[in-house]
Nanobody, 125 residues
Framework: QVQLVESGGGLVQAGGSLRLSCVAS???????MGWFRQAPGKEREFVAV???????DYADSVKGRFTISRDGAKNTVYLQMNSLKPEDTAVYYC????????????????????WGQGTQVTVSS
């Protein structure tokens, strides 16, 4: 399994931006990478995913505002979050899934087998 370490969370006003980073150990290019989030009292939910070949998919709630990307040279996946809303407040988790298919875009929690420790994002109104 790959080890994942997130960073970049913090406190931001509504309408602001943050960029989350997730550094992975291991053979980064073998993995589809995803971002999930969990708000207090709610279940963890899918946010975005990027395949090995950089295909992407997003939750409807973040389409047009969030962008996921990956940098193979830095073994890092990013989540650029713009036009943040108070309802985006949550702990954000990075996840990895080894995939033989370069276009594979997993979206469920069970599809991922490596997780980071999470980073808190708080959006004030």
């Amino acid at each position: 399994q790959v080890q994942l370490v997130e960073s970049g969370g913090g406190l931001v006003q509504a309408g602001g931006s943050l960029r989350l980073s997730c550094v992975a150990s291991g053979l980064f290019s073998d993995y589809a990478m995803g971002w999930f989030r969990q708000a207090p009292g709610k279940e963890r939910e899918f946010v975005a995913v990027i395949s090995r070949s950089a295909y992407t998919d997003y939750a409807d709630s973040v389409k047009g505002r969030f962008t996921i990307s990956r940098d193979g040279a830095k073994n890092t996946v990013y989540l650029q979050m713009n036009s943040l809303k108070p309802e985006d407040t949550a702990v954000y988790y990075c996840a990895a899934r080894r995939s033989f298919r370069s276009t594979f875009l997993p979206r469920t929690i069970d599809a991922f087998n490596s997780w980071g420790q999470g980073t808190q994002v708080t959006v004030s109104s």
